[in-house]
Every structure is written in C-alpha cells, then in structure tokens.
C-alpha cells in the first residue's frame, strides 16, 4: 500500500511564506535584501524567486500532484517579479566588465540593456527554466505566447528612451542553446569571460523541459557537447571539488581552492539532473569536509574565508547553510538534512509571519558559544524551505521522468482559495484523495476539475453534494480541523 504524501505544518509555513513574498507590491523586496549591494551576488533576488519557483515545482512534482490550483497562481507571480527591472538592471553595469577576471578585456564591453541577450545565463537561464517548468507542470502554453517574457524598463529622470526587449519561452531557448553551442558546449558566461558550471544547469533542464513541451532532443545534443567540452578540463579540481568556472579568452579554470561549501553544494544539487551517479559517487567525500557536529545531534556547515581583492573584503551571501540542505535533500542524505535543519531551528531563530515560515536574515556569524547563526534571505526565505520540501533525486525525476499526457486527465484541484491549506493532493488507484484545512474567513473554496463521468465526492467520509461549475465541481471548506476529500 502506498504511504499517503501529507505536509507537516513546517512544510505548510514554507509554502505559505512562499506565496506571501510573491504578493508583496511591486517593488517590495521586504525580508529579501541580503548583505550584497547591486543585486549582482549570491543571495540576489534572481536567485531567490528562481528557487522559491523550483521548490514549488518540485513539492507539485512529488508531494502535491493532485493540486495545480494551488501552485500555479503563486509561480506566475513570482515570474512577473522575475521579469522586474530591479531584478535584472545590475546586468547595465556588469556587462560592461572591469571585474579581476575580464577587466583586461573591458575595452572590447560595452553597456548592454538587454539582460539575456549576451552571457548573464546566471539571469537568463533561470527565466528560461522558470516559464518552461510552469508550462510543463501545468500543461499551458503562456510563455509561449509572442512578448510573454519581456523585460523593459523606463525612468522619467534617467535612461533615455524606452528599453523593452521581447521573448518568449521558445525564442528564449532557442537564443540560449546557440549562444552554448557557438561556445563549443562549454557553457554561457555569467559575467563576461566567466563560464561557471553551476549557472549552465539550469539553461540544460530548461532544454529538457523545451523538449518534452515541443518534441526534439536538444538537451542530450547539449549534455554529450557539455561532457565532451569539459573533459578537457575536468569537472572537479585536484582535491575532488567542483571546479568553479573557466575563463573563455585563456581556458584557466579556477579550481574550488578555498573550499566553498556553496561552490560544490550548488553545482552538485543541479547536476544530479543529468550526471546522477558522478554527482552521488563524490557527494559523500566532498560533504563531510563542511559539516561541523553539534549539541544533539545538530549539524552546522563552516563557510570559506571571505575573500580579499585589490585590498577590499569582498562582502556577500554565500548562503552555504542553505545550499548544503539543499544538496542533502536531492541525494536523501537524511541523516546530514535533519542535522543541518535542527540547527537551524535551534539557533537560526524560525519566525512565523502571516502563517508563513522563515529564517530572518542575520549578519552575526555565531553565538557567544560559537554555534553558527549567520542567516542570509536566500537561505532563510528560500533554501531551508526548499530542502524540506524536496524529496531524494527531486530535480533529478523531474528531468528524466516528466510527466506525461496522461496525467493532465487525471482528477485534481484546479483551484484553490488562499485560505485553504493543501495537506494532501493526489490520485491512487484513480480515486482523487485531498486534505484540506480552512485556516481564515478569506477566500475558502476549491474547485475539482477533470472530474469522470459518475463520479462522487465524499468528504470526511460521506457523501456529499457539491455546486456544478463550468470547471468541476465547487467547494466551500468548513471551518475546524483538516478535512478529507475524495473523488471516487
């Protein structure tokens, strides 16, 4: 017999929080600001509404598969704050170069509004990915339509004309996949002349995701050319870390030489996609030099030494804690998840807001008895919550066992009130199977769609009537404790 997949109420809070930020104003970034300035680090607000957009995914893909309804209403909005000027201006600056690895090569930069249009794939990839996992999950083609994904931007006291710079999730992926193969497979640069391995997975499961949507077999034409590039160079440096990135113009590689967690945490979460058992073979040796053991069971993860450049401490979110969680999570290393996430409980200060849960940003590295308490948003918001919610080889079921057509015939809740929590969603045996909980006075209904012919709803056991609707049938969740409701 199948174990039922239920949310526990710490799930529940991520997912809550989760919704909350993608219903902020426009140009509310509240609890997102991180200690980096410019939007061009780490813990930028790309990455965390990329991620808050995959958790969703993923807790859709293998916790909730019965629940559309819940998930596609938050995932549009945190796209429309993807596409947000303020998300992709830093790129105006960026491109330009000056940076240690190209500022020899800046001459030949110029300021480029367009934020996808050359390099920036730890930008482009990500919006890519993003409108192709919503059309895949919910069997839509919004992004596909002419002008969806366009980035423009207008100041009445700076900027001169109008900058606006249509795509859609297929000319998107068609200008990333050439812009990988004129580099010979080796990947899109982030900033100019640097080419990370981390920021080019997303761009290949967007590849798959484009295939499964319109048929074709681009991302193992981009795998084989991606493998092929780098045997040049390896994947891991000589202490068996992920090598960091290559500089196109010498083809040096920069090695993991300071042993960042988040260099091997990152890469080896979203490589697990496509390079399974290369990515589990090295996990274990590579994780256990991060973890430190702590009071009870807990674990904490020390992070490398903050850099120094040209004399200046390099100030940023290396959100290590929350990549290391993430990590664990999509290898189902459980015992490693569950010690990371105790100590986050016990010394990360978990907060509750409007019924969502999150760690709030703190800058004080440890306590008085040296337990890490560091918090950056994009772990605290994001990452920890992802961890929790993803199951072993998440990302990489999603990449290799998509669903089929089949599955969008199948009975679900095609919508779903903002008050309603979602404990439960999916069909065994062809019978639909929910939990749901009321938790305000707001708006409290769900909607069955793709309800059979004859079928009946039971709730709490017995039979009930519910309000025909042009999409299925209607229901209003009573007040009280969970209730549970099937489509037999």
Known sequence: MTTPSVLDETQLGHLRHWDNLSRRLPHDWSLMQGKGAGEDDFGSYRFQLAYMIYGLALTHR???????????????????????????????????????????????????????????????????????????????????????????????????????????????????????????????????????????????????????????????????GYEKAWADFGRLDAAGHYNQMILEDSKIVAPNAMLAPWVDAWCGALMNTWNRDFVRENYPRQVAEFLVPGPDGTLSVRSAPARNVMGQAVITDTCDTGWVAAWAAEMGDRATLDGLLAHADRFMAPTRQDGGLYYPRNDTPSDADGHRTEVEPMTGNVLLGYARLNVPDGLHELYQRPWGPEHFTEPALTEVGRDVEVHRAEVVDGVLHARLRRTGDGESAVVVGRVPEGARLRIDGREVEARAVPEGLRIDVAPGPAHDLELV
């Open 62 to 224: 293998h916790r909730l598969p019965a629940a559309p309804g819940l998930f596609r209403p938050t995932i549009q909005r945190l796209i429309e704050k993807l596409l947000m000027p303020d998300v992709w201006l830093y790129w105006r600056d960026v491109s330009r170069g000056g940076m240690v690895a190209n500022a020899h090569l800046s001459e030949g930069y110029h300021e480029e509004w367009d934020p996808v249009v050359r390099d920036n794939i730890m930008y482009s990839a990500y919006v890519q990915s993003c409108a192709l996992l919503h059309d895949h999950l919910f069997a839509e083609d919004r992004y596909a339509e002419p002008g969806a994904l366009t980035f423009e931007h207008w100041s009445f006291f700076w900027g001169g004309e109008p900058k606006r710079f249509p795509y859609d999730r297929d000319s998107l992926n068609e200008h990333l996949y050439w812009q990988m193969v004129e580099n010979g497979y080796l990947g899109v640069a982030c900033e100019p002349n640097c080419v990370f391995q981390i920021c080019n997975q997303p761009a290949i499961l967007g590849f798959r995701l484009h295939d499964v949507l319109t048929g074709g077999d681009r991302a193992t034409e981009v795998v084989a």
